[in-house]
């Protein structure tokens, strides 16, 4: 267990040091989201839009908007702000999300109640060239535990580095 631990973080040292196009500033993409709740409260497909700035060759900060179709009940829309850590390489990336979420929903008569918790996750990421990303990403989108709600998400989207 100790080599395998050993032979991982040289891998992660090997590749922060060969990160030769990574640099800070903005970036902007979109994702398709699936959301899965937990206790069968639901399941919806989502789209959310990404911003975020890269504050040098490992930390950021992210701000991301999603929203669902109808269903019931139906998760109307979501915001999340996340610090971002990320190692990078000429191919590819691995970067870590923690942060917070806020969402709402609706249900049957028009009642809308909204919920926000904790949110982290982690992704990876492929070049496909200079300013583009092909992402994969698994999330704890949201967790209130006064509310019983645990949200799970899974997404493929794309950025844009400017």
């Known amino acids: 267990m100790k080599y395998l631990v050993a032979a ?20 902007a993409g979109a994702n398709l989201v699936e959301v899965d709740g937990n206790d069968d ?22 701000i991301r ?8 009940p139906n998760l109307d829309a979501y915001s999340s702000i996340y610090y971002r850590t990320e190692s990078a390489n000429d191919t590819t990336k691995a970067y870590l999300l923690a ?3 806020v969402a709402s929903f609706s249900g049957e008569g028009g009642g809308s109640e909204d919920f926000d918790g904790f949110s982290y996750g982690a992704g990876a990421g492929f070049v496909i ?6 992402n994969f ?15 799970t998400a899974f997404s ?7």
Request: charged share 20%.
């Open 156 to 162: 493929v989207g794309f950025d844009y580095r400017f």
């Open 129 to 134: 060239n200079r300013s583009f990303m092909l």
């Open 99 to 101: 942060g917070y979420t």
């Open 8 to 27: 991982v973080l040289s891998l992660a040292a090997v590749s922060a040091i060969a990160d030769t196009q990574s640099r800070s500033g903005f970036y």
């Open 65 to 72: 908007l999603g929203g669902a179709g109808d269903s019931e």
């Open 41 to 62: 409260i639901g399941r919806w497909t989502a789209i959310e839009a990404v911003g975020g700035y890269k504050l040098n060759s490992f930390v950021g900060g992210e």
């Open 137 to 151: 990403e698994v999330r704890q989108l949201l967790k209130d535990n006064d509310a019983d709600l645990d949200l």
